[in-house]
């Protein structure tokens, strides 16, 4: 089956600045791309009423397209989302790549390749970590419950630490590296499509353990794929 359009889906606005570039990176030259975002074309005021955080909702976080961070409702996200995939189906994208590690539940495509990242990253990086523990970094404090139940398949359970890929200084990232190199992890895995190489780097500048990032780990399947 030879693909010739593909379509990406962020929760935040499109293009992403920070995530397009690695996939453009690997994608062949005969497949064309298109860009779409839950928050395409919509104003402060129109997210603020249509994504607002409903008490005991979880939350998610994204990027807009002026490089500020947006913090929105996970279940009117997830609606969202399953508009979107359709719109992308009828653009003609044959592979749709949803570019959100958060865990979606009933996302369906009518002819679509679709691919998730929650079903994809936990047990791939857990085969990968096998019995060592896994320090995941996360966006929000209080995504950490959650993503104890997306990680329980983890031989080991692993740690956490908070640091936005898109508020956070780099003194803030270092810092939380240190907390999961000092919580015993022997790898880190960044839980959110936002963090880069950037916050790779520093990581790196820190502590010893390998830092793996999401956007790039789900840009090396999709190169295979295709």
């Given at each position: 089956?030879?693909?010739?359009?593909?379509?990406?889906?962020?929760?935040?606005q499109?293009?992403?600045?920070?995530?397009?570039?690695?996939?453009?990176?690997?994608?062949?030259?005969?497949?064309?791309?298109?860009?779409?975002?839950?928050?395409?074309?919509?104003?402060?005021?129109?997210?603020?009423e249509?994504?607002?955080?409903?008490?005991?909702?979880?939350?998610?976080?994204?990027?807009?397209?002026?490089?500020?961070?947006?913090?929105?409702?996970?279940p009117?996200?997830?609606?969202?989302?399953?508009?979107?995939?359709?719109?992308?189906?009828?653009?003609?994208?044959?592979?749709?790549?949803?570019?959100?590690?958060?865990?979606?539940?009933?996302?369906?495509?009518r002819?679509?390749?679709?691919?998730?990242?929650?079903?994809?990253?936990?047990?791939?990086?857990?085969?990968?970590?096998?019995?060592?523990?896994?320090?995941?970094?996360v966006?929000?404090?209080?995504?950490?419950?959650?993503?104890?139940?997306?990680?329980?398949?983890?031989?080991?359970?692993?740690?956490?630490?908070?640091?936005?890929?898109?508020?956070?200084?780099d003194?803030?990232?270092?810092?939380?590296?240190?907390?999961?190199?000092?919580?015993?992890?022997?790898?880190?895995?960044?839980?959110?499509m936002g963090?880069?190489?950037?916050?790779?780097?520093?990581?790196?500048r820190?502590?010893?353990?390998?830092?793996?990032?999401?956007?790039?780990?789900?840009?090396?399947?999709?190169?295979?794929?295709l």
């Amino acid at each position: 089956m030879t693909i010739g359009k593909i379509g990406t889906l962020t929760i935040g606005q499109a293009p992403r600045s920070d995530i397009t570039p690695i996939l453009d990176a690997v994608l062949p030259a005969h497949v064309a791309c298109i860009h779409a975002g839950v928050l395409d074309g919509l104003d402060d005021a129109t997210i603020a009423e249509r994504f607002a955080v409903q008490p005991g909702n979880a939350v998610l976080t994204s990027r807009l397209l002026d490089g500020r961070a947006v913090v929105m409702g996970k279940p009117a996200v997830g609606i969202a989302v399953q508009e979107k995939i359709f719109e992308l189906e009828q653009q003609g994208c044959e592979i749709i790549v949803l570019l959100c590690t958060g865990e979606f539940h009933g996302l369906h495509s009518r002819s679509a390749w679709l691919i998730e990242p929650d079903q994809i990253l936990p047990p791939t990086l857990n085969a990968l970590v096998g019995t060592r523990r896994a320090g995941i970094l996360v966006p929000l404090e209080s995504q950490i419950a959650s993503e104890l139940k997306k990680w329980k398949g983890a031989a080991v359970t692993p740690v956490f630490a908070v640091a936005s890929p898109y508020t956070a200084s780099d003194d803030e990232v270092a810092a939380a590296a240190r907390a999961l190199a000092e919580q015993g992890a022997d790898v880190i895995l960044t839980d959110c499509m936002g963090y880069t190489g950037r916050h790779r780097d520093v990581c790196a500048r820190h502590v010893t353990q390998p830092v793996i990032l999401s956007n790039q780990l789900l840009a090396d399947l999709l190169r295979n794929l295709l």
